[in-house]
């Protein structure tokens, strides 16, 4: 895996590996998108910067395939493919699932988004998505359910954390439809300009 942010100068920075959890801080909205490559559900390698320039991204972190929470979330995500697609959007789901619980749990269930394999967590501490808990009185580490939406300029547009699944697709759509209007908007407020 390939995990490698980007300082605001634009040059790629090398990934530390962050152990403790004061140190993994979710990156902020008008930032630059920490880019990575994971693999997918096949096996293949899926890198972000790959896609941005071309399209937006949805970015979902969640805790596990096949809880009641996750799988209502990859479902709502996967009914609203056709028009994230229209939105020139790409939805990607990442949890520490590895590929071959993803391809059981995107058969299963007829999933269409992305699903990425973060085994390490590496990619979840460099959006400060892993967290610790106490459960039962032993220390667990899991994923904060958290959604960042990404400009096709590679700008984190929006943050979410703790998010409820039910509806919370129809919610990004709405998000990813205005940057795209805004985007027209500017473009023809530009055009104006010029004419």
Known sequence: MLVSPQHA???????????????????????????????????????????????????????????????????????????????????????????LTHADFRDQHGLSVELLSDEDGDVCRLYGVWQSAVVDGVMKRSVRRSTFIISSDGVLRHVLHDVNPRGHAAEVFQLVKQLNSRNVNGNRQEHGRHA
């Open 9 to 99: 100068s634009g040059r790629v920075l090398k990934a530390a590996r962050l152990e403790s959890p004061a140190e993994a801080v979710a990156p902020t909205e008008g930032q630059s998108a920490p880019l990575f490559s994971l693999p997918d559900a096949d096996m293949e390698m899926f890198d972000l910067a790959s896609v941005l320039g071309t399209h937006h991204v949805v970015l979902y972190f969640y805790p596990r395939d096949n809880t009641p929470g996750c799988t209502r979330q990859a479902i709502d995500f996967s009914d609203h493919d056709a028009d994230f697609a229209k939105e020139k959007c790409i939805v990607i789901g990442i949890s520490p699932d590895d590929c």
